[in-house]
């Protein structure tokens, strides 16, 4: 018998790997001689390098860079996989919100500097790939601190030389008058994919400052500016039409960025993961698939990894099954999508601060019922 996992993280417990070792124990208890084949998943933010390097034999890379904050210094980790020749890259771990304190969050002062500092060192490892998750971050700079941190020339008004220990923040915006590509970046020689679940332009209505600035520290009357900048940096670089592209909001306009001028495509998270760990040639003659991940609930049918997992396993005639921390409403629906089961962690009975704080053992129980056949 062979299985296949292919588990998300349990936010706030454990990383997909982790899941994936749990889950492995319990498996192994109830049968010794159990084929397995663990490939932890994600959707494209937090905890996508750990599931990436885990499921392709990779290894980690860290490396001193830029916070969100120009004076900040942070070390941040990204990921090569076993091949050596693609990247993951999480942005939050240069340029995240959940690196500020509440009272320092405010786009107009935050920059994607660092993120563009790990994009030059994934280049230089020799990366000819890079998977770009721009989930959580602190900024609406619209890249141009990514761009600028990537070696592209960035032309200000007034003709002012743009030094390149200055990083340029989300106020710089209305000074940028042009961005020059094409010219040699050793980023722009690497093809980019960015994991990006939201279909926001980069302005207007449901643009990045309007949507997406007051989670950041906008005021209402920042957001009106931040709004007007963007539409004047698609407008003087000549970049409207990608300005309207679903995704080019994603990040506080990095999406814009990196479509705009480094020609990179925005893709589902979950699928570009599925895609990279090459799920589907592995559940190839598997007689059941367990994924998971911390709450199932109708949120994880919209772009989230265990549901990609499960509508792969549907098109591919693979039973698949999922252990889970908790479930919510909408978790019927689910079903629908492939899920042909799903146990909860404990049985449903135990306070969710404890299911967190044993999630290790209660996952590893789990999975060993399956193989026992108890419910």
Known sequence: MKIVLAPDKFKGSLSAPDVCAAMTRGLRAANP?????????????????????????????????TGPLPEMKVDATFGVF?????????????????????????????????TGELLMAAAALGASEIILGIGGSATVDGGIG??????????????????????????????????????????????????????NPLFGPTGAARVFGPQKGATPKQVRWLDDALRGLAERTGKQAEARMPGAGAAGGLGFGMLAFFGATLQNGAQIVLDATRLQERLRGTDLCITGEGCLDAGSLHGKATIAVARLCKELGVPCMAIVGSVGEGVERAREEGLREYRVIGEGALPIEECIRRAPALIEVTAKGVLEGRP
């Open 82 to 114: 076993g091949d050596g020749h693609t990247a993951v890259i999480e942005m939050a771990a240069s340029s995240g919100l959940a690196m500020l304190k509440p009272e320092d969050r405010n786009p107009l002062n935050t920059t994607t500097f660092g």
């Open 146 to 199: 990514c761009i600028q941190a990537c070696g592209l020339p960035v032309l200000l008004e007034g003709g002012e030389p743009l030094s390149p220990t200055e990083p340029l923040c989300g106020r710089d915006l209305p000074s940028v008058l042009m961005v020059k590509h094409g010219r040699g970046s050793t980023v722009e020689r690497v093809r980019i994919r960015v994991a990006c679940d939201v279909s």
């Open 33 to 65: 001689d159990i084929e397995i084949d663990a490939c932890p998943v994600a959707d494209g933010g937090e905890g996508t390098v750990a599931a990436l390097v885990a499921a392709t034999g990779g290894r980690f890379e860290t490396r001193r860079v």
